[in-house]
């Protein structure tokens, strides 16, 4: 399917003279980086995201749909991070949602640790340091990972006002502090993988859960 895209501000890219670089980052990706053609170049307000879409030719020697490629600015160079990625992502909207959930993740894989040498009595670097524990406390290092993972997803949903995807995650947030905090990361008692079972674990106590 055709791809039809308008992105917001395209003329931004091409005022702050990196159309250039974007495109290169992009070609580099690509069997046939000289049959590339460009159009509708965006970037973030702050300068460290952009999307710009792009067509090349195929292994067939043909042109396919329109794609947008997301890219990133790190260490002063652009890093493309998906050649098919999603329109959503390329408005201001979408640039701040996806500047959200490392920050989130961030300061939760800290926030987990911080559970997890409580929890276990233990106290190490790194979150997968936590899975070479056995016994009760076997799938701490599980819980911890799903509740950094689901606290960048809560973010990503609040920063894009979808206040119904942010109550979906809200909840698995909350189930995984409880099963880490007053669990005992038992994963027998805890199910937060679904909305539905998540809520159920957050209403059942410590040793009701069935």
């Known amino acids: 399917m055709l791809r039809t895209m308008i992105l917001l501000l395209p003329i931004l890219l091409a005022a702050c003279g990196q159309g250039g670089q974007i495109e290169k980052a ?3 990706k690509l069997k046939d980086p000289d049959s590339a053609k460009f159009k509708d170049l965006v970037v973030s307000e702050n300068g460290e995201r ?3 879409v792009w067509n090349a030719k195929n292994s067939m020697g043909g042109y396919g749909d329109w794609d947008v490629a997301e890219l990133q600015k790190i260490n002063s160079s652009w890093k493309v991070n998906d050649m098919r990625g999603n329109e959503s992502n390329c408005t201001p909207v979408g640039f ?7 920050k989130a993740q961030f300061e939760a ?8 040498s409580r929890t276990t ?6 979150i997968k340091d936590y899975g ?6 076997s799938f701490c290092s599980y819980y911890a990972e799903k509740y950094v993972e689901h606290s960048g997803q809560l973010a990503d949903k609040i920063a894009r006002g979808d206040s119904n995807g942010a109550e979906r995650y809200k909840v698995r947030v909350d189930c995984s502090v409880k099963a ?9 008692k805890y199910n937060c993988d679904r909305p ?15």
């Open 121 to 126: 009595g233990k106290k190490h670097d790194t």
């Open 109 to 116: 894989t800290q926030k987990a640790l911080e559970m997890l």
């Open 96 to 102: 701040k949602a996806l500047d959200a959930i490392p």
């Open 196 to 210: 539905e079972t998540a809520k159920a674990a957050l209403q059942c106590g410590a040793h009701s859960c069935p």
């Open 180 to 188: 880490i905090t007053t669990g005992g990361c038992d994963i027998r």
């Open 26 to 28: 992009v070609r580099e």
């Open 132 to 137: 070479n524990i056995s016994g009760a406390n």
């Open 50 to 52: 952009a999307c710009v």
